[in-house]
């Protein structure tokens, strides 16, 4: 069956550091994976596509990679900030019509 | 940039009722319109596929004459939730997309509706 699995814990790190949130996916083959941040009550908020023949995207201190083979993609925030605490999703493709499938969401908080 | 807005931000009903809920895309015309709907601590799950003048794509599972979607126009898709029940309580979150394939998705607010 088809699965997207992101860390169900919560990530608990230290303002400054650097936190690395995990999307694995199994029995897809998406031509692009997307990463959107939700707030609490609020809709997601679009953050960083990345396309299946590109290895990294960057954008100011957000840093996703993708890896077919692993079937792996790697989200990045450097010098966190306790602003940057939310709920991260990975979503991934469908192949037909920009559907997209979500998974379940990382929870990411920062800490003075 | 792309703004999108839902109306009402929550809502209250009594069971047997009807709701309706609307998603407009402010500053841009939508190719395709999109309902999720959340539970708590749960992630979106896709409810089903609106396109400007033609019937919604529905997901499997997700009941059509119950989650009735109309797409007027190109700004603005509406979901009606009919015969509310308790077990109907969630967010309900509307997407759009400019494009129609490869292109990141804009998000409504949400719509937190509550049955009693």
């Known amino acids: 069956s088809q699965k997207i699995e992101q860390n169900s814990e919560a990530l608990n790190i230290q303002e400054g550091k650097t936190a690395t949130l995990t999307c694995n996916y199994t029995n897809y083959s998406p031509a692009y994976l997307q990463w959107y941040r939700q707030d609490p009550g609020r809709g997601p908020v679009f953050l960083l596509l990345?396309?299946?023949?590109?290895k990294e995207k960057r954008k100011e201190r957000l840093k996703v990679t993708f890896d077919t083979t692993l079937k792996q993609s790697l989200f990045h925030i450097t010098a966190s900030q306790p602003a940057d605490s939310a709920t991260y999703l990975c979503a991934l493709d469908t192949g037909t019509a920009s559907k997209l499938t979500f998974g379940t969401g990382t929870r990411l908080q920062v800490t003075l | 940039g792309a703004v999108v807005s839902q109306h009402p931000s929550w809502v209250i009903c009594k069971s047997g009722t009807s709701v309706k809920i609307e998603c407009r895309s402010l500053?841009?015309?939508?190719?395709?319109m999109f309902w999720y709907r959340q539970f708590p601590k749960q992630s979106l799950m896709l409810m089903a596929t609106s396109n400007e003048g033609s019937k919604a794509t529905y997901e499997q599972g997700v009941e059509k004459d119950k989650f009735l979607i109309n797409h007027a126009s190109l700004t603005l898709s509406t979901l009606t939730v009919t015969s509310a029940h308790p077990e109907d309580s969630s967010f309900y979150i509307c997407?759009?997309?400019?494009?129609?394939?490869?292109?990141?998705?804009?998000f409504g607010p949400g719509t937190r509706l509550t049955v009693l």
């Open positions: 500053d841009f015309q939508a190719t395709t």
């Open positions: 997407s759009a997309s400019l494009r129609a394939y490869g292109d990141e998705q804009f």
């Open positions: 990345i396309r299946e023949n590109e």
